[in-house]
């Protein structure tokens, strides 16, 4: 009988450790599950509050530019063919102009200094930003269009759209929509897939809501955080008359993208000394912003 007794008193101080350790079965508390909101990025006590502030910045859903791209030249080629008043990816050889494209931003790191490059060259260029982000960091986004750069869409939480269902994908371009208007009051009409990744259903819903898809013809690499040389190389060797130039003003907050605003300080001029203008978009392509 004794030993009954202690054998129960072990027992229930047993359920009663595993309950507070969470290592019984089914005593976990399940996490509450928020589709249209990434993890965010965890600050440690190791940051500094600045770099605290960095991390608090909404990140990337669908996962890093390094994890995810994969290039598409022949479907994205193929749908531009065969939508060619609605997905742009280049321009006609036959003006002297590219143009500049910054996505993934605002942030308060890059998205800055890309700003103060711009304004020393005398250059406009076109903004492809996260919803999230501008509803974080509105200052900034005034900033992007006091200085006379447009600003496109580039969905709200950045995931990528053919894994998602199109009701979300309407979501997130609205919703961007909203929060680009509350910071500027202008609505977008350019927009461009995050990690590129578009197919007919989406390009087609995407017109049929107004807007205009936006590729590219020359990849910067910027998000493999290269060299400033190997950038540099990387746009000048490819760059050609009606190239859209892919570029980066914010990324993943562990991203470095200083190399990318050294070598956007060399490109400019040694492409206005090959007698290149630069323009937005919508200038390209004479659509209007
Ligand atoms: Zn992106």
Not at 1 to 20: E, Y
Not at 160 to 167: A, F, I, Y
């Amino acid at each position: 009988m004794v030993f009954h007794w202690r054998s129960i008193f072990l027992l229930c101080t047993l359920l009663f450790l595993s309950t507070l350790t969470g290592c019984m079965p089914g005593t976990q508390k399940s996490q509450p599950k928020q589709p249209s909101s990434p993890e965010h990025p965890q600050p440690s006590t190791y940051f500094s509050p600045k770099e605290r502030e960095v991390a608090n910045l909404p990140t990337l859903e669908g996962g890093p530019e390094y994890s995810i791209r994969k290039p598409h030249p022949v479907s994205n080629d193929l749908l531009q063919r065969k939508y060619p008043d609605v997905f742009v990816l280049r321009a006609p050889r036959n003006r002297n102009e590219v143009a500049l494209t910054f996505d993934d931003g605002p942030d308060q790191r890059f998205t800055p200094q890309v700003l103060d490059v711009l304004k020393k060259h005398r250059v406009k260029a076109t903004f492809f930003l996260m919803g999230s982000r501008v509803k974080a960091l509105p200052e900034v986004t005034r900033r992007i269009r006091d200085e006379g750069h447009v600003i496109g869409n580039h969905t709200y939480w950045h995931p990528n759209l053919p894994k998602e269902s199109v009701e979300r994908m309407d979501w997130e371009v609205r919703e961007t929509e909203k929060s680009i208007q509350q910071a500027t009051g202008d609505r977008p009409r350019f927009f461009r897939a995050p990690y590129g990744e578009m197919d007919e259903k989406r390009l087609r819903r995407l017109r049929d809501m107004g807007y205009y898809i936006t590729g590219w013809s020359v990849d910067s690499l910027d998000w493999r955080q290269l060299p400033t040389e190997e950038i540099k190389h990387n746009v000048l060797s490819n760059t050609h008359p009606g190239s859209i130039i892919l570029f980066h003003s914010g990324g993943h907050w562990t991203q470095d993208l200083s190399t990318m605003v050294e070598a956007l300080d060399e490109i400019i001029p040694r492409l206005k000394a090959d007698g290149i203008r630069f323009v937005t978009v919508p200038e390209m392509v004479k659509k209007g912003s």
